[in-house]
């Protein structure tokens, strides 16, 4: 089955300077790679997705890439903000059956300081 | 809109003692219902996954388990706990036959002493 690594798995940026998370993904018929912020104490919500047929998404200060090839994917996220403070989750997933459940990596604490 | 609750929002129980989380969707037909474990603040476990009333898959072999007695409800259990049952236990949907965007409940944490 799919495998996720994800790292680091903490992350400690100074106010308006980047952060990237790294994912690695071992199934090559992997097709959906989102990405979940979860604050302290809540629920993981979706920040941004990619799928296979693209290799780059952006969103605001938000932006993933995807590596098909090498099979992985990353967060980069542009003039942090204290509250972008949130343990962050990369998954992956395929098609249908058991290929369509999301497995996710270990998570990234990220501690913006002002 | 579509919308998940699950509950109760946090359990302390003693070990040994049973274990029911439940979980509803409203708003949408025929969802895949899950149920994630993050234990120690990180990692989002899959434990079980639902595809239709009645079907269960299990992902990893533990002391829990689920059932889904209707569409939208998703039931989480445990005949007697155990001290590493204690996690944050999250409830999840998304639409069947799609790959796209997993929905999580509030979550319930459970804390087993």
């Known amino acids: 089955g799919e495998n996720v690594e994800q790292h680091p798995s903490t992350l400690s940026v100074q106010e308006g300077d980047s952060a990237v998370i790294k994912c690695t993904y071992s199934?090559?018929?992997?097709?959906?790679f989102p990405w979940y912020k979860q604050e302290l104490g809540k629920r993981p919500q979706l920040i941004i997705d990619i799928r296979s047929n693209v290799g780059e998404k952006k969103d605001q200060r938000i932006a993933v890439t995807l590596n098909k090839t090498a099979k992985h994917f990353s967060l980069h996220i542009t003039e942090t903000q204290p509250e972008d403070s949130a343990v962050y989750f990369c998954?992956?997933?395929?098609?249908?059956?058991?290929?369509?459940?999301?497995?996710f990596g270990k998570g990234t604490k990220l501690s913006v300081k002002p | 809109s579509q919308t998940i609750h699950q509950w109760p929002a946090t359990l302390v129980q003693p070990v040994g003692s049973p274990l029911s989380l439940e979980c509803t969707v409203e708003?949408?037909?025929?969802?895949?219902l899950y149920w994630y474990r993050q234990a120690a603040g990180r990692g989002l476990q899959l434990l079980f996954y639902?595809?239709?009333?009645?079907?269960i898959s299990s992902e990893v072999p533990q002391n829990l388990s689920a059932s889904r007695p209707q569409d939208r409800q998703f039931i989480l259990s445990s005949k007697k706990l155990l001290l590493s049952d204690s996690g944050f236990y999250l409830c999840a949907w998304k639409l069947a036959g799609v790959t796209g965007e997993l929905f999580f409940g509030e979550g319930s944490r459970l804390t087993v002493l």
């Open positions: 199934d090559s018929a992997s097709n959906y």
């Open positions: 998954a992956a997933s395929g098609y249908g059956g058991s290929q369509g459940n999301l497995i």
């Open positions: 708003g949408t037909s025929n969802p895949n």
């Open positions: 639902s595809v239709g009333i009645g079907q």
